[in-house]
């Protein structure tokens, strides 16, 4: 079991920059797979990024590759989502995911065990 809480959403210009954290807690952290999704009203979420458990493989969506960079810091129990030139259709809520064991990454929701409760990210001028 682990717990997850996103912060360091809020208001951006476009070609802004913001970097959303999760900290979990609970068992083991290192040994998860972590995961970034979004969701705006009405839309289904939508995988952004993910990250294994030793930060050895990662995956973007290609709507954000060259822009968003997802790392984490195992001796923190924290993943990161650093995201730079962001557009106006970046504006979601950001959900951090975690799925066991961390060997595979997925960039499907049902892939996920584990939900934070989201952080919102507005970009407007």
């Known amino acids: 079991q682990v717990q997850l809480v996103e912060s360091g959403g809020g208001l951006v210009q476009p070609g802004g920059s913001l970097r959303l954290s999760c900290a979990a807690s609970?068992?083991?952290?290192?040994?998860?797979?972590m995961g970034w999704f979004r969701q705006t009203p009405g839309q289904e979420r939508e995988f952004v990024a993910a990250?294994?458990?030793?930060?050895?493989?990662?995956k973007y969506a290609d709507s954000v590759k060259g822009r968003f960079t997802i790392s984490r810091d195992n001796a923190k129990n924290t993943v990161y989502l650093q995201m730079n030139s962001l557009k106006p259709e970046d504006a979601a809520v950001y959900y951090c995911?975690?799925?066991?064991?961390?060997?595979?990454?997925?960039?499907?929701?049902?892939?996920?065990?584990?939900w934070g409760q989201g952080t919102q990210v507005t970009v407007s001028s």
């Open positions: 609970g068992r083991a952290f290192s040994s998860y797979t």
């Open positions: 995911a975690a799925d066991w064991p961390g060997t595979a990454i997925y960039d499907t929701d049902s892939g996920y065990d584990f």
């Open positions: 990250i294994n458990w030793d930060g050895g493989m990662t």
